[in-house]
């Protein structure tokens, strides 16, 4: 069964300070690893998809690498509305032809001005 | 904005009612997902339909059943409502996301309260 752990679960920084969240996955044949925003009460905001081990994807602050193992989503000088969970999410091995994504819990990222 | 849309925003029903909630996929996708979202569970998928066909199914309660329509916009139905069944419910989709690994964009959620 595909596991995705995101640590850690919450976060608090200071605006400006650096950190990275973490995403450990155990899948059988990774097709894509994805990152979402979400806001509280709202609908996930698509940010990555990353397609194999070494790839980077850049967008403002936001850095997104991957390992055969894990994903880093690094936040660099960040803002207080960077705030949110952020989501990970695998997409393994296929179910009758659907690649069914599996989402982690989430990191609850809170930068105070 | 992702371009899914879903209505209502908000539903506020009573227990053992019936509800529908719609939605709308981004300008040509072909699948549409269905996603709970509760505070103890996190996103759990439902089902999945692709082009009018049901083709993926997750932790969906018999309770539950979903439709796509010709037009490709997806209906949601649940009854005989619990109060355990008060979460946020979300729609996704994608191009294709049959035989093809498609990144999902998801839809603003409808808050459903069961009194």
């Known amino acids: 069964e595909d596991q995705v752990t995101q640590s850690p679960e919450a976060l608090r920084l200071q605006e400006g300070e650096s950190s990275s969240l973490n995403c450990s996955y155990t899948?059988?044949?990774?097709?894509?690893l994805f990152w979402y925003r979400q806001d509280p009460g709202k609908g996930p905001e698509f940010l990555f998809t990353?397609?194999?081990a070494g790839e980077e994807k850049e967008k403002e602050r936001l850095k997104a690498t991957l390992t055969k193992k894990e994903s880093f989503l690094h936040i660099t000088a960040p803002k207080p509305e960077d705030s949110a969970t952020y989501l990970c999410a695998v997409q393994a091995n296929a179910s009758g032809g659907s690649y069914i994504p599996t989402f982690g819990r989430g990191t609850s990222l809170i930068v105070h001005p | 904005d992702s371009g899914v849309t879903q209505t209502p925003k908000h539903l506020i029903t009573a227990t053992g009612q019936r509800v529908t909630l719609r939605c709308s996929p981004r300008?040509?996708?072909?699948?549409v997902y269905w996603y709970q979202q509760s505070l103890d569970q996190g996103l759990q998928f439902l089902i999945q339909y692709y082009n009018g066909e049901e083709r993926a199914k997750g932790n969906i309660l018999e309770r539950f059943s979903a439709q796509q329509f010709p037009d490709l916009h997806s209906e949601l139905n649940l009854s005989s409502l619990e109060l355990g069944d008060s979460a946020l419910y979300f729609c996704?989709?994608?191009?294709?996301?049959?035989?093809?690994?498609?990144?999902?964009?998801f839809g603003p959620g409808t808050r459903l309260t069961v009194l």
């Open positions: 899948v059988s044949g990774l097709r894509g």
């Open positions: 300008s040509g996708d072909l699948s």
């Open positions: 990353l397609y194999s």
């Open positions: 996704a989709s994608s191009v294709r996301g049959w035989l093809s690994t498609d990144t999902q964009y």
